[in-house]
């Protein structure tokens, strides 16, 4: 019998996970030594493949960030870059629009740079640069056309530069230069120009391009420049009749706003009532943008009484007549007979009854009085609304049934009266202007949906589809480099404890082969515990000099190898 003793004092419980994690990082180095040269270099070789593999799946699942390189290029000009990027290998897309081409954002300047050094994009105009080929003997003819084109192309290149702009044409019609005052003319300029969405040219903008124009072209007047835009409406005032006649678009605009204005009063007022959605309004507005200018000069037809006299004139004349003269017996000399009456019988002479020659009177009298006059002058405002036109329809209501059934009923007549006036109110009515007001109660119709389409032809499960096989992706070459390489390497260099089970059977197992065996017992001292473990290597051996049958049992137990086993 063997017997050895230990006496030492266990450590305490907060020292033994401690002293396990060294035993365990010892264990691993001492693993990671006892690998031969070839061993160390296949794991760092399988090791930088797995990291390899990781990094690159995540670089390959990663779409790289694109940037506009040019935008709203020529057709000629977007071409030739096209080709010039596929010759450099560059990479590339196209806008969904189709209006620019798009490069990896890291290589958009160097793409820039390369493409300039080229020429490109040319912008498909030619300025002063053509005349940096002009060959010897070019007739003039074809001089003062080259010439024609520069200018034309300079101030395209210039007018375009302006913001609200894509694009510009400039057009110049240059007559041949005369000695003759009666045929001179002076030459004109035709502007195109494309404008951005939602952009347009202010008044000011269209006079800057005009002066431009002129001023740049010898003996051009301002007069002599046309501006188009896109859709081919004539900007310039100059040779505009409308506008001479001072039309403007923003009166369109002004009826627009005043139609808006009304429509959100009588949204204001239905939607509490029917909720939004259940009800459309629309209104017409005739406004009035003619400039009315009436001077009035008004008399009364007759002088009152009490009127104010201003001048008056009298005029009183008396004369007395002096019979008959002349030589007597000439018949042109005697005096008519006075008219007798039936009951004069006396005769009546020339004279009076007196004997005295009777007085004639004229009297004249001129009376002025001061007129009523009135001078009124009258300068009406522009844009007075001269009738409204208002359409209401409202949706039927909609109600339960008790069985769950919905139910649209139409409204009622007194509840059409009732908006009608309500709307009436909000808009301004005028019975004098001609205003009409209709409301009306219709079903209204449900809206279009488009057909769903399935799953697979959507275009947004489609991308989230590619967007999940490549996060897939990533994660197989992750779980391939962790269970292919990685975890080998780690159960080579770091293999796991064993389990608390498999000690408690291993310590059973010890404690079986103990009873099993009652020639020897075998106990440890608190000395055998404080020894080294050269010193334990050592009692061991003399353990197993001293009695080699407990030895060969023990070893046997742990093997697993028994004699009922090997019967």
Known sequence: MATAENVAAPPPDSAAPVSATNARLQQILDNIKALSQQQKLAAAAALALAIALVVGALMWNRAPEYAVLFSNLEERDGGQIINNLQAQNVPYRM?????????????VHDVRLRLAAEGLPKGGLVGFELMDTQKLGVSQFNEQVNYQRALEGELSRTIQSIGSLVSARV????????????????PTASVMV???????????QIAGIVHLVSSSVPRMIESG????????????????????????PTQLQYVDEIEAGLIRRIETILTPMFGKGNFRAQVAADVDF?????????????????????????????????????????????????????????????????????????????????LDRTIQHVKQSIGQLKRLSVAVVVNHRSTTLPNGEVQTLPLSDDEIARISNLVRE???????????????????????????LPLWKDPEMVELGKEGLGYLGVLAAFLFAYFAIIRPLLRTVAPPPPKEEEQDESAEMLAEGEEGDEDAEVTLSEAAQGDTYEARVQRARELAAADPKLVAGLIKEWMGVTEEARK
Do not use: W
């Not at 806008?95 to 290589?107: F, M, N, Q, W, Y």
């Not at 057009?171 to 002076?186: S, V």
């Not at 003619?290 to 009484?305: D, G, R």
């Open 426 to 452: 909000a808009v301004g009515y005028s019975a004098n202007r001609g205003d009409t007001i209709n409301v009306a109660s219709s079903p209204f119709a449900a809206p279009e949906t488009a057909p769903d």
């Open 171 to 186: 057009h110049l019609a240059m007559p041949k230069q005369t000695a003759f005052l009666r045929d001179d003319q002076r």
């Open 290 to 370: 003619n400039i009315v200018e009436q001077t009035a000069e008004t008399y009364k037809p007759n002088p009152s009484p009490d009127q104010a006299i201003r001048s008056q004139q009298t005029v009183e004349q008396q004369t007395r007549d002096t019979g008959p003269q002349g030589v007597p017996g000439a018949l042109t000399n005697q005096p008519p007979v006075p008219a007798t009456a039936p009951i004069t019988v006396p005769p009546v002479d020339g004279q009076g009854a007196n004997g005295q020659v009777p007085l004639n009177t004229n009297r004249s009298a001129v009376l002025n009085y001061e």
């Open 194 to 204: 494309h404008l951005r969405p939602g952009r347009f040219l202010d008044a000011n």
């Open 225 to 248: 420049v046309s501006i188009v835009n896109q859709e081919g409406e004539l900007l310039t005032t100059q040779s505009d009749p409308l506008r001479r006649s001072n039309l403007d």
């Open 95 to 107: 806008s969904p629009d189709g209006r620019a081409i798009l490069v990896p954002k890291e290589r």
